[in-house]
């Protein structure tokens, strides 16, 4: 059975620091699958923040590129979103995603999901 189980949330000030971390048990990674980072403030929808690719490729929400990376840790399954420059708006519990490709059906992933429980993040001016 695949778990995740996030950490490194934490409340921060106005231009703080934080490194998330996404641990993942019950499965190895694949270069058929893929990470993703999400957030959510209270009253809004889930957003997604950031991703990183079975080969190691990445992208990232506007509102967060230039202050956030996502990486992956193979030996220790573990996705990381390292976070600078925090914003209040940044404000949100974050949930990691780990869209895992069980088969391939006409050149297309089949795609089981699994979600972390949320971290806080709280950002302060």
């Known amino acids: 059975q695949v778990q995740l189980v996030e950490s490194g949330g934490g409340s921060v000030q106005l231009g703080g620091s934080l490194r998330l971390s996404c641990a993942i048990s019950?499965?190895?990674?694949?270069?058929?699958?893929?990470m993703n980072w999400y957030r959510q403030a209270p009253g809004k929808e889930r957003v997604l923040v950031a991703t990183?690719?079975?080969?190691?490729?990445?992208n990232y929400a506007d509102s967060m590129k230039g202050r956030v990376t996502i990486s992956r840790e193979n030996g220790k399954n573990t996705v990381y979103l390292q976070m600078n420059s925090l914003k209040p708006e940044d404000t949100a519990a974050y949930y990691c995603?780990?869209?895992?490709?069980?088969?391939?059906?006409?050149?297309?992933?089949?795609?089981?999901?699994?979600w972390g429980q949320g971290t806080q993040v709280t950002v302060s001016s």
């Open positions: 995603n780990f869209e895992r490709c069980v088969r391939i059906v006409q050149g297309m992933c089949v795609i089981d999901d699994y």
């Open positions: 019950g499965f190895f990674f694949s270069r058929y699958d893929t």
């Open positions: 990183i690719t079975g080969p190691g490729g990445t």
